[in-house]
């Protein structure tokens, strides 16, 4: 499973940096266009807000393998240990469900849009622009499932994500300063 979740973090690593990339070379040619060159791409807008709204779902699925997302660990590592695995499974349930919902209507939405395609590039249909909602609510659902047994372990722990990080953090620090000692 560890092995499934570094594999999946990689890939959306890659595609969320790939597609950031990507939006900030389009943005700086736009503007380069606009205000050298006195023209604009006709396909800016569209294109720019296609690849926002696919930074968000990748980025969001990232954020779920890596826990990231913000959350109420206070409030449920005050509870009593029944309790809280109880609550825990809850809530990663009606997280899941939400987002298989959400896979669902992105895929009703892909087959209502039949061959429609973006309005200024004729060429892109919108079944592929519009693909990220399914593609990115599975994808959010499989890093839920696969970073789910260390937050399980941890919650059981008692141990919050925010304190892993910033000890973590520390660490790093300490590393940062080792490293630097003694050099000029």
């Known amino acids: ?22 939006l900030a070379v389009v943005v700086v040619a736009a503007v380069i266009a606009r205000y050298l060159f006195n023209a604009s791409f006709i396909w800016y807008d569209e294109v720019a807000s296609v690849m926002l709204a696919w930074i968000s779902f990748y980025g969001a699925a990232y954020a779920a393998l890596r826990r990231r997302h913000l959350g109420f660990e206070g409030l449920l590592l005050s509870l009593q240990l029944p309790f809280r695995r109880l609550v825990f499974l809850f809530g990663e349930g009606v997280v899941c469900l939400v987002f298989a919902v959400l896979a669902y209507a992105g895929w009703v939405i892909l087959e209502v849009m039949g061959s429609e395609t973006l309005i200024s590039l004729d060429w892109v249909p919108l079944w592929f622009t519009q693909s990220v909602v399914p593609v990115g609510a599975a994808l959010f659902i499989a890093a839920q499932l696969l970073s789910l047994p260390q937050a399980y ?26 490293a630097t000692d003694g050099k000029p």
Not at 154 to 171: D, L, N, P, T
Request: hydrophobic share 50%.
């Open 153 to 178: 372990a941890r919650m059981v722990a008692g141990q919050s994500a925010e304190e892993e990080e910033i000890a973590e953090e520390i660490a790093r620090a300490r590393q940062s300063d080792d």
């Open 1 to 22: 499973m560890r092995t499934a979740a570094a594999v999946l973090e990689k890939l959306l690593e890659f595609i969320t940096l790939s597609l950031l990339i990507g």
